[in-house]
């Protein structure tokens, strides 16, 4: 469980990166989600990382290796594409999971999904897959 | 909150039945129907009843489709979407092949269509919270997700 807690983990941190490359390049509403987007992407890393053994914390990454940004398209594409990966990493944490925080991981797969077609993406079948 | 209506759609397109040809193995597909001899029947029930349900749902899309209402964009979502419920119901680890259904409404619309994905989005969270075998709990995760971003998707269709 805790390697697909990891991997979430790193895929929000991944997202709070993506979020913040992101936000220049998007203006007004847009913008709002963009900051609404950063900051429940970045709770979810708190939170997560309280639910990990102080000693097994993966150490945040310096930076992540991600698709040129360079105006509203790319932005929002990254960001699509960011949010699909999360929901599929989600998935896993619920299939690792039980109770109550499978659930909880479930229904976090689903907000990344819905928050991928909001920044353009197509919908997936399996996404993130 | 599920509303009154989506759930009755939901219920309609779940329990309504007649015979098609679909298959529900793929090796490409998340779920390794290898392994769906060994395992409980707890998850060949869960399995067994979201292809029920997606075959469901892809009869509905169907209709919509076949209405001369929507401009191509719209259609080319429709079918697109259509076909991601076909490739849910082969994720499973089952080869039950489901009656097809008959038709759960009159002439659905995409109002309909949005409800019924919001009602199966719930439905497969329920059975991800069923399903004991890792590799179904994963498929139905995703398929929830799938599903909610279909609502998402049909929400931003601009009506003609």
Do not use: K
Not at chain 1, 29 to 39: Q, S, T
């Amino acid at each position: 469980m805790s390697g697909a807690l990891e991997q979430v983990i790193q895929g929000e941190e991944a997202a709070v990166y993506a979020y913040g490359r992101a936000a220049p390049y998007l203006s007004g509403a847009e913008n709002d989600r963009v900051r609404g987007g950063l900051v429940a992407h970045q709770q979810r890393v708190t939170a997560l990382r309280a639910e990990l053994n102080v000693q097994s914390q993966p150490q945040a990454p310096l930076g992540f290796e991600v698709p040129q940004v360079i105006d509203g398209g790319t932005a929002r594409s990254l960001l699509g594409e960011v949010e699909a990966r999360l929901s599929a990493q989600y998935a896993d944490l619920a299939a690792a999971s039980t109770g109550d925080q499978r659930r909880e991981a479930v229904l976090i797969a689903r907000e990344c999904a819905v928050r991928s077609i909001t920044w353009g993406a197509a919908p997936q079948p399996f996404p993130g897959r | 909150m599920l509303s009154r209506r989506a759930l009755l759609v939901g219920l309609a397109v779940g329990s309504t039945a007649v015979v098609t040809g679909c298959t529900t193995n793929d090796d490409s597909l998340p779920v390794d129907p290898t392994s769906s001899a060994a395992e409980p029947d707890n998850d060949l029930a869960v399995a067994e009843s979201v292809v029920v349900n997606e075959i469901a749902l892809v009869a509905m899309y169907e209709q919509v489709i076949a209405s001369t209402t929507n401009n191509a964009s719209t259609l080319a979502l429709l079918s697109e979407i259509a076909n991601q419920h076909r490739l849910h119901a082969q994720a499973m680890p089952t080869t039950y092949a489901p009656p097809a259904p008959s038709p759960a409404m009159n002439r659905p619309t995409i109002d309909d269509l949005i409800a019924a994905e919001r009602n199966a989005a719930d439905q497969r969270t329920s059975s991800c919270m069923e399903a004991t075998a890792e590799n179904l709990t994963r498929s139905l995760a995703l398929i929830a997700a799938s599903e909610a971003s279909h609502v998402q998707a049909l929400s931003q269709v601009i009506p003609t």
